[in-house]
């Protein structure tokens, strides 16, 4: 306290959330969605429209070891990057809090963050139409992993706009996956766009209930 | 705190995690926190704490999540868990988790949800 005026913008001290920022002291469990997509497709975009508070970046740090990690002459030829994941927040009432977190799209990065998708409620397959193929991969990982999603395709005003039904056969998605438009600058859109995957959640938890 | 502690320059180099953790890495670390797990803090930071560890007990007067914590320090998740892992054990801080994936998908749960968007 005494050395406020010392210390550097990258001090432990100065680390902390505004206080407007503070969740209630009734927020007891939290729950998480994920955005998925390629480099530029508007993840954080997304995040921030609909966040109550500025994206946060979360960092984890991805050794790649080279060849010939068992012997120590490999030590050297380690070469660590830093993936970032950005994230957002939404608090849904005064016990929940919604999370979304932006994540790349190559499935490497996801094990980067254990348990991302672990109890994550769904995904959002946001999807560039002049970079389709960057979401077959992406689908058929969350297929596999069977995380429930829908898919959003950003509309880029230089972006070559084709009939929903169109993109659906294109990304060969099952009938059942909603396929919505957005523009992830707009709060209600992206909000729309969340609303879209928890109608879809809700679809499908009617019909586990009812099997 | 006081000033002689060193004032990290805000870098996140492997050097500087491993003195943080001790060497130790996330995936050593016996625990169930989640990216969203909140984390609260029992009581103000004690002198003699670890920067980093009285850093999170300082912030986590209020809940914050797993990811907020490490985005506030730019710490990776992996540090700030072993940290964390230390401060439960401690009684310093307490967790409430997320809601579990075997309740999911939780059909009240996605209602809460709706109705929270509709607000926005």
Not at chain 1, 124 to 149: A, K, M, Q
Not at chain 2, 68 to 92: F, G, K, M, Q, Y
Request: aromatic share 6%; with cysteine.
């Amino acid at each position: 306290m005494d050395f406020r005026s010392s210390e550097s913008p990258g001090s432990v001290e100065t680390a902390g959330p505004r206080s407007e920022d503070a969740l209630p002291e009734s927020a007891t469990a939290a729950v998480k969605v994920v955005i998925v997509g390629g480099f530029g497709v508007g993840k954080t975009t997304l995040v921030g429209s609909v966040s109550e508070i500025r994206p946060l970046t979360t960092e984890e740090t991805m050794t790649q070891a080279g060849v010939g990690v068992d012997d120590t002459a490999g030590v050297e030829r380690k070469s660590t990057t830093t993936v970032a994941m950005d994230f957002g927040r939404i608090s849904i009432n005064d016990e929940l809090v919604l999370y979304l977190f932006g994540t790349p799209g190559q499935e490497r990065f996801w094990f980067l963050w254990r348990g991302l998708f672990e109890g994550a409620l769904g995904a959002v397959v946001l999807v560039d139409t002049r970079r389709l193929e960057v979401s077959f991969d992406v689908i058929g990982r969350l297929e596999e992993r069977s995380v429930p999603f829908v898919v959003a395709v950003n509309s880029f005003p230089d972006a070559p706009s084709y009939p929903l039904d169109e993109l659906r056969g294109a990304l060969d998605l099952p009938a059942d996956v909603p396929i919505v438009e957005c523009d992830a600058r707009l709060r209600t859109s992206s909000r729309d766009v969340l609303m879209a995957l928890m109608r879809y959640l809700q679809t499908l938890a009617v019909t586990t209930e009812a099997s | 705190m006081n000033s002689d502690e060193p004032h990290w320059d805000g870098g996140g180099g492997p050097e500087r995690l491993y003195v943080i953790t001790g060497g130790r890495s996330g995936s050593s670390a016996k625990t169930t926190l989640d990216l969203v797990t909140l984390i609260v803090a029992r009581s103000g930071p004690r002198p003699g704490m670890q920067p980093e560890q009285a850093a999170i007990v300082r912030i986590c007067q209020r809940p914050l999540s797993v990811a907020e914590i490490s985005a506030h320090l730019s710490l990776p998740v992996s540090v700030v868990t072993v940290l964390l892992s230390d401060l439960i054990a401690d009684n310093r801080v307490f967790s409430r988790p997320p809601v579990p994936p075997a309740k999911l998908p939780d059909i009240a749960l996605i209602e809460a949800v709706i109705d929270g968007l509709q607000k926005l």
